[in-house]
């Protein structure tokens, strides 16, 4: 990497860093280190909350989605707007009136203690694991360019963040967003813009997206009802509504956000403008994938993306057989690559003749390059069996760093680490605030001193940072990082959700029925996914969100019904 790239990269992480620590001196009492001083308008709100939600994990592994399964992530967000208008017209005005710290407190006065703990532990372990799988991801890009350990790239990754978040709280968080969210809104589009600029040159964007058409990458909507399908019309507007509905209107570390605004209106109007952006956003990120994608049906491509699993192997005894399997994956692309360059001739001569033959010899050749790769991970497994073959989310670094200019190296990796950053930000501070207001204050240490428990959220920030690093451990084991986040959100957000939905909604329902049906939701949640593991009850994860929120108000009402009896 250039010493330009280093400069930028470098300058853009400690400056943010820099910026939260002095920017939040003055932070001495634990409403301001929990709450800030709730006087964000509505555009630092709806940035705040792009910038927790796009962690490093969209920019790494979303577009290696998008290489290898094409644009039907892209429903998964289709539920998100409508979440966003049931939130503003439903939530938010509870959370203001009750003028709560966490989203948690309300569950107290609606229900009782027990509901109200109960929920906070589910979210605790879950956003707990999310936040490790959050440091993994950059860790992979810095793992990859120093060849460090992923061990002390994953303690440098969180090192950084814990220090401004302890320093600060969750006003260092909204004071960075906004500089972090502007690095990748500029980083993402010069990302699509230089990818764009280096196809060939008598190829338009249009015949890119026609290669990618005809080899089944933009599939963006599918209407088929398939419970299997992870990714459907039907599942993001169902499973996806209720996944986003208890993300946004549950989770602390988005709640937190909008908590810190300077009116209900702001609030309202931060979350409105998410959910009109975050779409097209997504579009964007995956369509980048896409022409990545597009990029090496024209020009070689690694035949495995994790470089570090490639130097090991030119140092091991496979060396030759994995040459091998380069010059065939070579052969395989030469022709490959004379079909595409074919198709798009046809194409623009309106020969579907040859457009139709040409689509059917790339999609063999793409079946012989996926067999080849495969044979060159098992190939890296014998060479080192704890190696981890799976390179789909090393796809856009590794574009990143052999084909973008110098400069553009450097901004693009400020962006994912100003990303993960963010992210990992709001996490801790909205761990801490959890376990210090929903579980220490009120269950433990009731009454001390205001000063202990502002130690004590700074305390239990550096507590869930150093078991984040811990999770970040274990994060290599999840086969692509974006599913990973939110199949573990998955897991928790239905049953969550469903508690919440009784608490507005079911006012006949008291605290012990909603808590019992709280436990036995979420034991049926993960039977359910475990099965569909074993491949027993298959079952896309999607569809948990939905489930647990209705199985919780279906349990709570019958188990309501059966106290009455008693």
């Known amino acids: 990497m250039h010493i330009i790239d280093w400069i930028i990269m470098l300058g853009s992480i400690l400056s943010i860093v820099a910026y939260g620590v002095w920017k939040t001196r003055s932070v001495k009492s634990v409403k301001s280190f929990l709450l800030g001083d709730r006087d964000l308008h509505w555009w630092t709100i709806g940035l705040s909350i792009m910038a927790t939600q796009a962690s490093a994990i969209t920019f790494l592994s979303t577009p290696g989605q998008a290489f290898d399964d094409g644009m039907r992530f892209a429903q998964f967000y289709f539920g998100m707007p409508i979440a966003m208008v049931i939130l503003c017209v439903f939530v938010l005005p509870v959370y203001y009136r009750l003028n709560v710290y966490t989203a948690y407190e309300y569950l107290e006065g609606r229900f009782d203690l027990r509901a109200r703990s109960l929920t906070a532990v589910f979210f605790l372990i879950q956003r707990g694991l999310a936040a490790g799988i959050t440091i993994y991801a950059p860790s992979i890009i810095l793992s990859t360019i120093l060849g460090w350990p992923l061990v002390w790239t994953n303690v440098s990754m969180g ?5 401004y978040t302890m320093a600060g ?97 702001e609030s309202r109007l931060g979350l409105l403008f998410n959910g009109m952006i ?136 400020a962006m994912i680490f100003a990303a993960a950053m963010s992210s990992v930000a709001s996490e801790l501070n909205a761990l801490a605030t959890t376990t210090v207001i929903d579980l220490y204050k009120r269950s433990f240490v009731k009454t001390r001193s205001d000063n202990h428990y502002f130690r004590a959220s700074r305390l239990f920030t550096l507590f869930w940072g150093i078991m984040a690093l811990f999770f970040a451990m274990v994060a290599a084991q999840f086969e692509n990082l974006i599913e990973a986040v939110n199949i573990i959100g998955s897991l928790f957000y239905g049953t969550i959700l469903g508690v919440f939905l009784v608490a507005f909604f079911m006012k006949f329902v008291k605290g012990r029925a909603v808590f019992l049906a709280a436990l036995l939701t979420e034991a049926i949640v993960i039977t359910v996914f475990v099965l569909d593991y074993l491949e027993i009850f298959p079952i896309a994860y999607l569809w948990l969100n939905l489930i647990g929120c209705a199985l919780v108000a279906a349990f709570s009402t019958l188990f309501q019904l059966i106290f009455k009896k008693v």
């Open 278 to 413: 975050k779409v097209p956003m997504q579009f964007l990120v995956l369509l980048t994938g896409i022409l990545v994608f597009v990029f090496y049906q024209f020009s070689p491509q690694p035949l495995h993306f994790n470089s570090g699993n490639v130097q090991m192997m030119s140092k091991s005894t496979y060396q030759e057989e994995y040459q091998k399997l380069e010059a065939e994956f070579s052969t395989v692309f030469e022709a490959k690559k004379e079909a595409a360059t074919a198709l798009v001739l046809a194409s623009k001569e309106d020969n579907q003749v040859v457009v139709d033959a040409m689509q059917a010899e790339m999609k063999e050749l793409a079946k012989e390059e996926k067999e080849i790769r495969g044979e060159a991970k098992k190939l890296i497994k014998k060479a080192d069996i704890t190696a981890d073959t799976k390179d789909e989310d090393y796809v856009f670094i590794s574009f990143v760093m052999g084909h973008m200019p110098v400069g553009v190296v450097g901004l693009l990796l």
């Open 159 to 163: 090192a950084l963040v814990i220090l």
């Open 169 to 265: 709280g969750t006003k260092a968080v909204s004071v960075t967003q906004t500089q972090q969210m502007l690095i990748i809104l500029v980083g993402m589009f010069l990302a699509a813009g230089v990818v764009i600029w280096k196809l060939p040159q008598d190829l338009g964007v249009t015949d890119a997206l026609t290669v990618a058409g005809k080899m089944g990458k933009l599939n963006v909507v599918d209407f088929t009802f398939d419970l299997e399908n992870r990714y459907t019309f039907w599942s993001g507007i169902l499973g996806g509504t209720f996944l986003f509905l208890s993300y946004f209107g549950t989770d602390q570390s988005q709640v937190q956000r909008y908590l810190s605004g300077k009116s209900l209106t």
